[in-house]
């Protein structure tokens, strides 16, 4: 893990789009809905930042070149 900040914040992005949905599916009151569009979303940028690079990295320390 050569970019460990973006990839840091990109798991912390999809741990909090779960856990958001997952608290809204398990309040145990059925009128209360997960914001699908919102969790994909946020899923969607943190994969993206998963495999991002940090902006202090040159192409050629982390194998891109």
Known sequence: MKS???TLLGVC???????SAGVAYLDGNPET????ETVLVAL??????IFARDN???SEDV???
């Open 4 to 6: 460990w900040k973006t």
């Open 63 to 65: 194998g891109a070149k």
């Open 13 to 19: 992005m999809i741990l909090g789009s779960l856990g």
């Open 33 to 36: 809905v997960a914001n699908w």
């Open 56 to 58: 202090d990295k040159a």
């Open 44 to 49: 969607t940028g943190g994969f993206g930042l």
